[in-house]
């Protein structure tokens, strides 16, 4: 079982700070997502990555698959990326046709103009 | 535009009521997942279907049902024997080129 840790819980910042949002897991992964849930709920996919780092807008997502460990960043943060962001890794052995995700808890993100 | 529609938003429920979740798709993807998220937990596996008139259970099926009868459409039916079914369900499906995820908007079902 992939044991996913984020941090932090909560994050709260003022309008314009650079942002990171951390992610642990425990077993070997193919894959990681990060998602971006608005208050509404509904969840909107950022990024889907299996090495080194993507880059769109003002958000930029890493991995090192060794280590186990993936970043989110946002630069010149804006109250409209107060959200919660949710890491997934993809297990690298899913097997069955199963989702093969372990989902994070989630960062709650606060930016305040 | 292409996307994924559950219905409806918020829904109130009775004690021993079944009540069924709507999930649509034009993204023309063959994957599709029911997840439910409660607070401060991270989103769980109910039912997925990787093709039509096939599906299977996922970590927390018990007291719920779907079906996959077309491409389009995965509908849950929250069942009376699910003990605490009040809770938020996301609906989503997986590009089958880039893995790519899509979600719904959620349904937010609270039981009486």
């Known amino acids: 079982k992939n044991e996913v840790e984020q941090s932090p819980q909560n994050l709260t910042a003022q309008e314009g700070e650079f942002i990171t949002i951390n992610c642990s897991y425990s077993?070997?992964?193919?894959?990681l997502h990060w998602l971006q849930q608005h208050p509404g709920g509904g969840i909107v996919s950022l990024f889907m990555?299996?090495?080194g780092k993507k880059k769109h807008g003002r958000l930029i997502a890493t991995i090192n698959i060794q280590e186990k460990h993936s970043s989110l960043h946002i630069t010149a943060s804006h109250p409209r990326d107060s959200a919660v962001y949710i890491c997934?890794?993809?297990?690298?052995?899913?097997?069955?046709?199963?989702?093969?995700?372990?989902f994070g808890k989630g960062t709650h993100l606060i930016i305040q103009p | 535009d292409g996307g994924i529609t559950q219905s409806p938003k918020y829904l109130f429920r009775k004690e021993g009521q079944n009540v069924t979740l709507s999930c649509e798709q034009n993204?023309?993807?063959?994957?599709m997942y029911w997840y439910r998220q409660d607070p401060g937990q991270g989103l769980r596996l109910i039912y997925y279907?990787?093709?039509?008139?096939?599906?299977q259970k996922g970590d927390i099926a018990e007291g719920y049902s779907v079906s996959r009868e077309k491409k389009e459409s995965f509908p849950l039916t929250v069942t009376s024997a699910q003990k605490n079914p009040t809770a938020f369900y996301l609906c989503?499906?997986?590009?089958?080129?880039?893995?790519?995820?899509?979600f719904g908007e959620g349904s937010r079902l609270t039981v009486l």
């Open positions: 279907s990787q093709i039509v008139n096939d599906f």
């Open positions: 993204l023309n993807h063959d994957a």
């Open positions: 989503a499906t997986r590009g089958q080129l880039t893995g790519e995820l899509f």
């Open positions: 997934a890794p993809q297990n690298l052995y899913s097997g069955g046709g199963a989702d093969g995700l372990t």
């Open positions: 990555l299996s090495s």
């Open positions: 077993v070997g992964i193919s894959a």
